[in-house]
C-alpha cells in the first residue's frame, strides 16, 4: 500500500530557496518557513538566487515574478533548463494573477497571490514536497521493476527449477561471479541474461562469447583486444570482449574449452580487474563475469584441463542446471509455452498419447531439442491437434525407461536414510567417486549430492 511520505523527513532533507527583493515580505516569509520545520535560503534578487540555486540545488524554489534585474520569469526558466525535477512556486500580485498563468504554462508547479497567509504559504509548500516524495517512490519502484528477473523464457514448475530460481533472486543484484553447470541446450545463457537484468548493471552492456566457436590463435585478442601493428593483419586498434562489457556483464559460454594457456591470464584480468590487449598496455575495467560450461568440472579439475585457482575465481556461486530427463513434470509447460511461441495465434492442443510420449523420452538435446521438435510439429502438422504420428520418429519409437524393481528390501524393514546412504556411496564407487558423475546417475543436481555426503559423512576412502 502507497503510503504519503512523512513531511518531517522531507523538511529535514530538502531546502526551500526564496528569492524576493521586498526586504519586509522576504524576512515574514522565511520566518514562517523555517518555523514550520523547512530550511530556508533567503536572497533579494534574481542573480544571487540562481548562484545558490547552483550551488545548493534546493529541490524548492520560491521567487517573486515581478523584480528588478532577472526577473522571476527568467529564473524560472533558468531553473526548469538545469534542473526539470525541481519545483518552482511563483509569487505575484493579487491583481496579476495573469502573470503567474503565464508562469504555469512555462513549467511553474503552482502560484501564489499577494497577500497570502502564513497557513496558505505553509500548505502549497507542503504539497509541493509531498508530490516530489511520491515522484521519488515512483521512481525507486520503476529501479525495482526494471531490476527484477526476467523468467518469462524460463520456463519449470519441479523443485530442481525453482530451487534455481531461488538461487537467482538472491545471487543477482551481488557482483559475485557465477559459473552456471549444464549439458548442452539446458539454457546457460538465459540464465546469464536473467541475471545481468536483475542486476545494477541491467542498463549496461552484456556481451557474451562462446569460448569454443573461436580458433585459440585468435581468442586472447576477442577477449583482451589487440593494437595496431601487435600481429600480422591487425591493421587498426580492436577492443576485446572484456572492454565492450566495461559496465556491465561479460557471458564466457563454454569457459571450460579455454585453451590451457589462456586461462592464467583470464585469472589475472578477474583478480585485478585490469586487461592488456595484445601488444598493447593494461587498461582498468569493470566487468561482472558470468561463465558457462558443459564439461563435467571435476573431470577437468581432474585432468589439469581447468585450472583450479581459475575455477574458483569464476564459481563464487555456482549453479548446476538439470537436464530436461530429470525434470519431466516441466516438458507440458514447456510444450505449451513453444506452441504459444510458434503457433502464430492459434489455439493447438496435444493429445494425451502424443505428450505421454514427449514426457518419456530422454531428450539428450535437452530444452533447445523440445523447443526444435515442437516447431518442426507445428510446422507439418496433419490436424487440429498434435498426435504421436506428429512426432519426430526417434521420439515417436523410443523406449520408456525400465520400472523394473531395484531393490529386495528385507521383511523386517530397513530405514529410508539407509537407503538413501547406500545409494549414494554405490553411485560415487560405480562413477569412481566423481561427483558431477554420480549426482548424473542419481539423477539430482550436485549440490543436492554434495549436501548428502555432508549429512550422511560419506567421504572417499
Not at 529564473?75 to 503565464?102: D, G, H, M, Y
Not at 492459434?346 to 523440445?370: F, S
Request: glycine letters at 6%; proline letters at 5%.
Amino acid at each position: 500500500m502507497r503510503t504519503t511520505p512523512d513531511l518531517r523527513k522531507v523538511k529535514a532533507s530538502q531546502k526551500v530557496l526564496l528569492i524576493d527583493d521586498d526586504d519586509s515580505l522576504r524576512r515574514v516569509t522565511e520566518y514562517a518557513l523555517q518555523s514550520a520545520g523547512f530550511q530556508v535560503t533567503a536572497v533579494a534578487d534574481g542573480t544571487a538566487g540562481l548562484a545558490r540555486f547552483r550551488e545548493e540545488r534546493p529541490a524548492v524554489v520560491i521567487t517573486d515574478i515581478q523584480m528588478p534585474g532577472i526577473s522571476g520569469y527568467e529564473v524560472l526558466q533558468q531553473v526548469k533548463e538545469e534542473s526539470p525535477e525541481t519545483l518552482v512556486i511563483v509569487v505575484t500580485a493579487f491583481t496579476s494573477v495573469e502573470k503567474a498563468v503565464q508562469a504555469m504554462k512555462q513549467g511553474a508547479y503552482d502560484y501564489i497571490a499577494k497577500p497570502f497567509s502564513r497557513d496558505e504559504l505553509v500548505l502549497v509548500v507542503e504539497k509541493a514536497f509531498v508530490l516530489l516524495g511520491l515522484q521519488e517512490e515512483n521512481r525507486r519502484l520503476r529501479d525495482e521493476l526494471e531490476h527484477q528477473l526476467d523468467f518469462s523464457h524460463m520456463v519449470g514448475s519441479s523443485d530442481a527449477m525453482q530451487e534455481v530460481f531461488d538461487v537467482l533472486r538472491r545471487v543477482a543484484p551481488t557482483e559475485a561471479s557465477v559459473l552456471v553447470i549444464g549439458e548442452s541446450g539446458t539454457g546457460k545463457e538465459l540464465i546469464a541474461r536473467a541475471i545481468h537484468q536483475g542486476s545494477g548493471r541491467s542498463k549496461e552492456p552484456f556481451i557474451a562469447i562462446n569460448c569454443a566457436a573461436i580458433p585459440s590463435e585468435l581468442l586472447e585478442s576477442e577477449l583482451f583486444g589487440h593494437v595496431k601493428g601487435a600481429f600480422t593483419g591487425a591493421v587498426r586498434d580492436r577492443s576485446g570482449k572484456f572492454e565492450q562489457a566495461d559496465g556491465g556483464t561479460l557471458f564466457l559460454d563454454e569457459v571450460g574449452e579455454l585453451p590451457l594457456e589462456l586461462q592464467p591470464k583470464l585469472l589475472r584480468v578477474l583478480q585485478e580487474m585490469e586487461v592488456e590487449p595484445v601488444g598493447g598496455r593494461p587498461r582498468q575495467i569493470n566487468v561482472r563475469v558470468i561463465a558457462a560450461t558443459n564439461l563435467d568440472v571435476d573431470s577437468a579439475l581432474e585432468e589439469g584441463s581447468l585450472r583450479e585457482d581459475l575455477y574458483y575465481r569464476l564459481a563464487v556461486i555456482e549453479i548446476e542446471l538439470p537436464p530436461l530427463r530429470q525434470r519431466h513434470e516441466d516438458i507440458p509447460l514447456l510444450v505449451r509455452h513453444f506452441l504459444d511461441k510458434y503457433a502464430a495465434g492459434r489455439r493447438i492442443e496435444v493429445k494425451d498419447a502424443c505428450l505421454q510420449a514427449m514426457v518419456a523420452y530422454a531428450w539428450p538435446g535437452n530444452v533447445r531439442e523440445l523447443q526444435n521438435a515442437v516447431e518442426r510439429m507445428v510446422v507439418l502438422m496433419r490436424g487440429e491437434q498434435l498426435d504421436l504420428p506428429d512426432l519426430p520418429v526417434k521420439i515417436r519409437s523410443s523406449k520408456p525407461a525400465s520400472t523394473g524393481k531395484v531393490l529386495n528390501l528385507p521383511d523386517e524393514g530397513y530405514p529410508l536414510e539407509g537407503l538413501e546412504k547406500e545409494a549414494v556411496v554405490q553411485a560415487l564407487e560405480r562413477t569412481q567417486w566423481n561427483q558431477t558423475r554420480a549426482a548424473a546417475f542419481l539423477q539430482v543436481p550436485r549440490h543436492t549430492l554434495l549436501y548428502r555426503m555432508e549429512k550422511y559423512r560419506i567421504q572417499k576412502p
